[in-house]
């Protein structure tokens, strides 16, 4: 293990770091950031109580000093605001494995976030940390192409404190051959090592702000639900049926068994469904854009961006490293 002193809220501690992270972090994830014009994407995943926060803390904090608090993310609100206040080089970590990345909504928010917030991290070269359950959880655009590696945190006897790493190009067959079965036994990782159980910011501030991130997390309720439905059908009737909002507001109120639904509420979730597909279309061409700029990067790197399944082959060399060459 190497040791390394850091400053955490004004006192200085210790962290053990393994050997060849600690060299390779330095080596290769720093060099490229500081020098280079890179941003780096990490995901953490592993099992509910395995460390899987605790190692990105020790990440963050091995590539980034400064790494504290502020930039411990749980919510997308939070990620957000960290992302465009960061300095250049900084490390912001996304830790939504406890405010529900599982649920679709939350993942879909997410993996938008990551997309929409691209060049914002590339041109401040940030690294960013995601702490997930499961890498598999991830859509194929941001495994394949955004994340850099997959760190892989695991129980042994019940235990924590060990991982195994998946560097881009076996991350990226771990991907395409594990989803099916969220399984991470093929391809062999590209190292593994072990972590100790220390915080690298304030536990106490950390464990409050967690806390507070789960009684916050919003609930679709059954009466939202039933809301977005009823939304959904005016705006039907207002742009497909060509329905003016009195016709609607007699309809409703025909059927509904003597509930009145006044024009103003007809227009105001007319209006809201309106932005929001407008607000999509954009987002979708971000991606788009997003897209065919990691492809564009690909082709400078001598890299097949239209790379399909069965062209991936196992990396069967020895070395073992962050980031292939």
């Known amino acids: 293990m190497t040791v390394k002193e850091y400053e955490v809220n004004g006192v200085m501690k210790s962290l053990y770091v393994d050997d060849k992270l600690s060299y390779e972090c330095k080596a290769k994830i720093v060099d490229r950031i500081n020098t280079k014009d890179f941003d780096w994407v990490w995901v953490v995943d592993g099992p509910e109580g395995s460390g899987k926060s605790v190692l990105a803390q020790q990440l963050a904090k091995t590539v980034d000093p400064t790494f504290d608090l502020d930039r411990m993310c749980m919510t997308p609100t939070e990620f957000t605001r960290a992302v465009l206040k960061a300095r250049k080089g900084q490390c912001v970590v996304f830790d939504e494995a406890f405010t529900g990345l599982s649920s679709r909504s939350s993942l879909t928010e997410v993996n938008k976030l990551l997309v929409s917030l691209m060049m914002e991290m590339r ?93 916050q997390k919003s609930r679709v309720t059954r009466a939202e639900t039933f809301m977005k439905q009823r939304d959904a059908l005016i705006y039907y009737l207002y742009k497909e049926s060509k329905m003016i909002q009195q016709e609607i507001s007699d309809l409703i109120t025909k059927f509904s068994c003597g509930t009145k639904l006044d024009r103003s509420t007809i227009a105001e979730a007319i209006i809201k469904l309106d932005d929001e597909l407008k607000k999509r279309a954009v987002e979708e061409g971000i991606k788009k854009e997003a897209v065919e700029e990691i492809k564009k990067e690909m082709k400078e790197q001598g890299m097949n961006p239209d790379i399909e399944e069965e062209e991936f082959k196992e990396d069967k060399s020895e070395e073992s490293e962050i980031e292939d060459v």
Request: charged residues 30%.
């Open 123 to 215: 041109q401040k070269n940030l690294l960013v940390i995601i702490v997930m359950p499961t890498f598999f959880l991830l859509d194929k655009y941001v495994a394949l192409f955004r994340a850099r590696g997959l760190f892989h945190v695991y129980l042994k006897g019940g235990k924590r404190g060990r991982w195994v790493y998946f560097n881009n190009q076996k991350k990226k067959l771990l991907y395409l051959k594990g989803k099916p079965l969220y399984s991470y036994a093929y391809p062999k990782s590209s190292f593994k090592g072990r972590f100790q159980d220390q915080y690298m910011i304030d536990e106490k501030g950390y464990r409050a702000k967690k806390e507070e991130a789960l009684s």
